[in-house]
Structure formats: C-alpha cells, structure tokens
C-alpha cells in the first residue's frame, strides 16, 4: 500500500503591517494589556499613525498567530485579562522592518476635501470649516503643551525622552502651520464674493508665491 503523502505545510504567515511593527515597538518596552496599548497609542501613535486605534484589538492576536508576540492569561481580582509581550521573534523583525525604506507620507484631512469642493456649498460653510480647522489645531498645539510638561514631570520611558522630543517637535510645527494656514485662509474667504466666484481677489498672487518657493 503506498504511503500516504504528508499534509501540505501551511502557508507562511503574511509581514506585519506598519501597524503590526508599531505595536511590536510598543511590546518591545514592555508587556501590556490591550486596555494598556490604547492609553499608549492614545499618547503616542495616534499624532502620525491613528489607524493603530482602528486596529488595535486585532493586530496583537494577529501577531501572536504569526509568533512574534506572547498572550498570557491573568486575572485582576476576578477578572481575567490577556497581557501581551513581544518574543525574540517579534524582536528581529521589528529590527528587520527599521532597515527597509519607509514608505511615501500620506495625509488624511477629511475637512481639507471639503475646503476643496467647496464651491458646491456657501461661504458660510467654507468659513465654518475653516473654523473648526483652525480649532482643532488650537486644541491640538494645547495637548502638546500637555504632553511635553508630562515628559518634564514624569516621563513614562526616560530612556526614550530624545526620541519623544524630536517627534513631538515635529506635531507642534505640523500643528502651528495648519493653525497660521486655516487664520490666512479665512481672511482670503472674506474677500470672495462666493466659493464659485473670488470676485476681484487674484488667485495668481498666490500661486507665483509659491512658484517662487
């Protein structure tokens, strides 16, 4: 009788997605809760990669199917809890993934598509967007001011203050060019005769400006 075939081996697990390598950076400090990893990414990732909140009750079984990561069952009084950590796996391709090229930046600015059809609608709602724009940097730039007196006072990973710094640099300056670009916007707005019609304000002005770089 000939011998059977042996089951086909299965396929191998796909790479880890920027998400999978965040939160594997994250287990890489120390073992969290998924409860723990969203206050984290709540104070980190989300000012240049919010889609980690979108995915991160999935990304960390994802990772532990694929062998990078560790869940272990604990219980807090009686309740239990699934406490994750990184494996020497997890560790060598966090590693890996740092020396590939990053790929192209990317903005999502969902009030920035309506600035841009917002000849179908009033001034009155360009002006409104432009304001909320303007807001939400206002309050940004005071979550920075938190978060960097927070550092001073009493910062969660010391070891990593450098890396923190120059990356919340970068959110304030991010936050301040939106800020000064939605308080210039809105004055150009109030010269237009409608979204459809700038009336005697000159668009050229501003684009051989920019030509000029």
């Not at 990304?59 to 494996?87: C, I, M, N």
């Not at 920075?144 to 010391?158: D, K, N, Q, R, S």
């Amino acid at each position: 009788m000939p011998a059977s075939s042996p089951p086909p081996s299965p396929p191998p697990s796909p790479p880890p997605s920027t998400t999978g390598h965040a939160i594997l950076g994250l287990l890489g400090l120390r073992s969290w809760t998924t409860y723990e990893l969203a206050k984290q990414v709540q104070r980190s990732l989300r000012w240049f990669w919010p889609r980690a909140e979108r995915k991160l009750y999935d990304e960390p079984k994802r990772l532990v199917s694929a062998g990078l990561a560790h869940a272990s069952q604990e219980s807090t009084g009686k309740r239990p809890r699934t406490v994750y950590s990184t494996t020497d796996a997890g560790r060598a391709a966090l590693r890996d993934w740092l020396d590939e090229p990053p790929a192209p930046r990317t903005t999502e600015f969902e009030a920035m598509v309506k600035v841009f059809f917002a000849d179908a609608g009033t001034l009155d709602q360009l002006r409104t967007t432009l304001e909320r724009i303007a807001t939400e940097a206002e309050e940004r730039l005071a979550e920075v001011t938190e978060l960097a007196e927070i550092w001073l006072a009493e910062p969660a990973f010391p070891e990593r203050a450098h890396l923190g710094a120059i990356g919340l640099a970068l959110v304030k300056g991010q936050e301040e060019a939106v800020l000064q670009w939605a308080t210039w916007a809105r004055g150009q707005v109030d010269e237009w005769a409608a979204t459809d019609d700038p009336g005697h304000w000159d668009p050229d002005v501003v684009f051989r400006r920019l030509a000029r770089g």
